[in-house]
C-alpha cells in the first residue's frame, strides 16, 4: 500500500448536497449523495503540512522550540534538500538553514548553478532539539511520519539531498557518509544523494572541497534523474519507512 500522499497526495474537502431527481410523474426516482471533492494542490498541501507543524506537539521538541520551521520552497522543486533539524538561527526566525551554514548552503547551490528559490529545503524534525543534540529515533519517526513524508509526496521532486548523517539515515541506513557522500543512489526509484552537512564543512574545513565537489555534481545528477524520467515504484516519502531504518538512528 502506497503511503500518505501518494494515491491521495491531498487532501479532500467534501462537501455532499443532496440530489434527488424526480420522474415525470413527481415520484422520487433517484437519490443521489453528490460529493463535490477538492484536491489540495502541492502548494496547498505544503501550507496545510505547514500549519499544522507550527501547532504541533506530538514529540518532546516542540517544549523547547521558539519556532517551528517547516521547511520553504516551490512546490513544485525537481531538488528537496533535507537537513536534520533546526538550529539556533533557524529556531529564532522559523525558517531553514538561515545561519552560517545556510550562507555556506547558498554559496554551495550558486556553484551548482541554482538559487535557494530553486529548492525546497526542509528538516527531518521541524524542532530545534535542546543543546542541538541529535534527534531522538522516536522524534524521527513521530515528525517524518507525520510531515516529512507528506512534504515528499506533495513536491514529488526528482532528487533528494540529504545534508549529514542523520537525514541519509532515513534513506539509506546503515550506510556511511564519509564513504558514499556525493554518490547517488535510487531508493524506491528515486534519485538519494547523500552529502555531508555543510556545518561539517565549516567547522572540520578539510571538508569543504569535498561538499563543494559534491554539489557541482548536482546538475549532471538531476539531468540523469530526469533522463530517466518519472518513477515507477514507491518514492520515498510515498510509504513509511521500514521500522529497521529507525532502528539505526
Ligand atoms: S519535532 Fe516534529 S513531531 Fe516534534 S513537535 Fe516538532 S513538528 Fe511536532
Known amino acids: 500500500m502506497r503511503g500518505l500522499g501518494a494515491q491521495l497526495p491531498t487532501t479532500l474537502h467534501l462537501c455532499c448536497p443532496a440530489v434527488i ?15 463535490q471533492a477538492h484536491v489540495l494542490t502541492a502548494a496547498e498541501s505544503l501550507q ?4 499544522e507543524i ?14 517551528a520551521v517547516p521547511g520553504e520552497g516551490p512546490p513544485d522543486a525537481r531538488i528537496m534538500l533535507i537537513g536534520e533539524g533546526p ?39 521541524k524542532c530545534r532539539p535542546p543543546q542541538n543534540r541529535d534527534p531522538q529515533p522516536d522524534e524521527i519517526s513521530t515528525c517524518t511520519q507525520a510531515y516529512l513524508f507528506r512534504q515528499i ?14 537525514s541519509m539515515g532515513l534513506f539509506l541506513p546503515g550506510e556511511k557518509i564519509s564513504r558514499i557522500h556525493g554518490q547517488p543512489r535510487t531508493v524506491n526509484g528515486r534519485l538519494v544523494v547523500p ?5 561539517a564543512a565549516l567547522h572540520q574545513p578539510q571538508n569543504r572541497p569535498l561538499i563543494e565537489a ?3 555534481r548536482l546538475p549532471a545528477i538531476l539531468a540523469q534523474a530526469e533522463r530517466d524520467a518519472a518513477p515507477t515504484g514507491p518514492a520515498p516519502g510515498d510509504e513509511e519507512p521500514p ?7
Not at 496545510?48 to 500549519?51: D, R, V
Not at 538550529?87 to 554559496?107: A, T
Open 54 to 67: 507550527r501547532g504541533c506537539t506530538r514529540c518532546a521538541l516542540h517544549h523547547g522550540r521558539t519556532r
Open 214 to 216: 559534491d554539489f557541482q
Open 195 to 199: 552529502m555531508l552537512h555543510p556545518a
Open 21 to 35: 431527481r424526480y420522474n415525470r410523474y413527481g415520484n422520487q426516482k433517484v437519490a443521489l449523495g453528490l460529493v
Open 48 to 51: 496545510l503540512i505547514a500549519q
Open 153 to 166: 509526496a506533495a513536491i514529488q521532486p526528482k532528487v533528494i539531498v540529504t545534508l549529514g548523517r542523520v
Open 87 to 125: 538550529g539556533y538561527h533557524e529556531d529564532r526566525q522559523g525558517r531553514p538553514f538561515v545561519g552560517p551554514s545556510g550562507q555556506f548552503l547558498d554559496e554551495l547551490l550558486a556553484m551548482a548553478g541554482l538559487r535557494r528559490s530553486d529548492v525546497f529545503i526542509g528538516n527531518v524534525v
Open 243 to 249: 521500522v529497521q531504518q529507525l532502528s539505526l538512528f
